[in-house]
């Protein structure tokens, strides 16, 4: 029996042992979770009334304002030519020289050709005279009358085709001399001197495409020809060429006008072509390269914006992060979550249809790490441009 009370005893204390340590370990635990949280750094910005300029976006070709191909019209040895490659010649500004030797010859003999008719017909005339106050007379046939007129209207006759043959022999005498027919910049020379030229030569002798001015020419999608058009009716649609640089911002290389839109759609793409002219003041833009194409077609005015990144995507839509309270606000600066709907987004701004006004907070860096029940600390603020 007292063996039997003494083991009642120890099980007892072994009882309340474990259940003051028990105790002991959750009074510590909680002790650990009441911690205060720590405040989520956060950059913000806040919506504002503003007028924004709503673009259509696409990738262009830059395409010479204008491109000859420089071809020779007679035929003979290219002696000596005149430009360098990649020089800016000016229209008129002579390039080559063909041997001007074989057509100097054919002009003289022209030349030559003329006089001889021209003795030819001053011979024939004053026998045509002649046989008129003869033929009256009796003293010559009709015949003879006749045949001296003909001879005189022939030598008429060849006289006007050798002044056209002097005209053709100058002009191809002047073809020996090969100038610039526009200004612009010069490519590559396809054919050396001492080597024989001739009309319809392949790739001619250089290209030449005028830079200044230049056309970039790019798509977009049938669906927004109505508002191209509407556009276009206004006036004169701006537009603004740029290149993605080196730290993904855009460098803008120009500001030009929308000039053409193509006369119908491309069935094969769905697609609308249109090109349009840029001054090219400082030639960044050259032929053949891509550029990033914006066209302004309307602008929204006194709406409200924010950046585009504080606008985020969930299961129920967008939301942003909209800041509430403030420093002297039990519990401070903190977050809640508000739907919105768009009108309007671009890669900068995000024009707010419902949801927000102008003045509100929202979070645009450090939203990944913000919580409703977090309380979060401003470290600055964003300024941004629609």
């Not at 028990?22 to 913000?44: C, D, K, Q, Y």
């Amino acid at each position: 029996m007292k063996k039997r009370n003494k083991w009642l005893i120890g099980s007892i204390l072994t009882a309340v042992v474990v259940v003051l340590v028990i105790f002991r370990l959750v009074v510590s635990g909680s002790s650990v979770t009441r911690h205060p949280l720590t405040a989520v750094p956060v950059e913000v910005a806040e919506a504002r009334i503003a007028t924004v300029p709503v673009y259509l976006d696409a990738l262009g070709t830059v395409v010479a304002y204008r491109t000859v191909t420089v071809e020779p019209m007679v035929t003979g040895p290219l002696e000596r030519v005149f430009f360098h490659e990649g020089q800016y010649v000016h229209q008129g500004q002579l390039l080559a020289e063909i041997d001007p030797q074989p057509f100097e010859a054919a002009l003289q003999q022209a030349i030559a050709k003329l006089a001889q008719d021209r003795a030819t017909r001053t011979s024939d005339e004053l026998q045509a005279k002649q046989n008129a106050l003869l033929v009256k007379k009796g003293y010559v046939s009709k015949q003879a009358y006749v045949a001296a007129w003909t001879a005189w209207l022939s030598a008429k006759a060849l006289v006007q085709q050798d002044k056209a043959s002097i005209r053709t022999a100058q002009i191809n005498l002047a073809y020996t001399r090969i100038r610039a027919p526009i200004s612009g910049r010069t490519g590559i020379l396809q054919v050396d001197p001492g080597n024989v030229v001739s009309p319809n030569l392949p790739n001619g002798i250089v290209t030449i495409n005028m830079l200044q001015p230049v056309y970039v020419q790019f798509s977009l999608p049938q669906q927004d020809l109505p508002e191209i058009n509407q556009a276009m009716a206004k006036g004169p649609v701006p537009l603004i060429a740029s290149l993605k640089g080196k730290h993904a911002s855009d460098h803008t290389f120009d500001q030009g006008v929308l000039t053409v839109l193509d006369n119908e759609v491309n069935a094969s793409t769905g697609t609308l072509t249109l090109r349009g002219r840029f001054p090219n003041p400082d030639l960044d833009l050259w032929p053949g390269s891509f550029v990033n194409v914006r066209a302004r077609v309307r602008s929204l005015s006194q709406v409200v914006v924010i950046p585009s990144m504080a606008v985020q995507e969930g299961p129920s839509g967008r939301f942003v992060y909209l800041v509430e309270g403030g420093p002297k606000t039990p519990g401070g600066w903190k977050v809640v979550v508000r739907p919105v709907t768009l009108t309007y987004e671009s890669a900068s701004v995000a024009v707010i249809g419902s949801g927000l006004v102008s003045g509100n907070s929202v979070v645009t860096e450090g939203s990944s790490r913000v919580r409703t029940h977090v309380p979060i600390t401003i470290v600055g603020h964003m300024n941004f441009t629609p």
